[in-house]
């Protein structure tokens, strides 16, 4: 079974930086793609930053030039840089892989903006 297991979250002020970590179990040969995405209470959970099986990436409009993934060379290992946090920015952070036969979710790891 495969598993994704975030790390790396935490209470941060406005204007600070996390790197997030997603670390994939097993790897998927027919994977397509791998990202991450973010709830905030009260809100839908929504696309952050992502890869697609070709190797380009995409952002939400709302994080572009902040925050930045990147992966090893593995695919093993996904990392999301957070930098120039703002409060609107906290939310539960998950990992995601899809493949032609599996949606796969990480358990979240929270991330919080506040002076």
């Known amino acids: 079974q495969v598993q994704l297991v975030e790390s790396g979250g935490g209470l941060v002020q406005p204007g600070g930086s996390l790197r997030l970590s997603c670390a994939v179990s097993?790897?998927?040969?027919?994977?397509?793609?791998m990202g991450w995405y973010r709830q905030a209470p009260g809100k839908q959970r929504g696309l952050v930053a992502g890869f697609f099986k070709n190797g380009s990436s995409t952002y939400a409009y709302s994080v572009k030039g902040r925050f930045t993934i990147s992966r090893d060379n593995t695919r093993d290992t996904m990392w999301l840089q957070s930098n120039s946090l703002k409060p609107e920015d906290a939310a539960v952070y998950y990992c995601n892989l899809k493949s032609s036969f599996l949606d796969i979710w990480g358990q979240g790891t929270q991330v919080s903006v506040s002076s």
């Open positions: 097993a790897r998927i040969p027919s994977m397509y793609f």
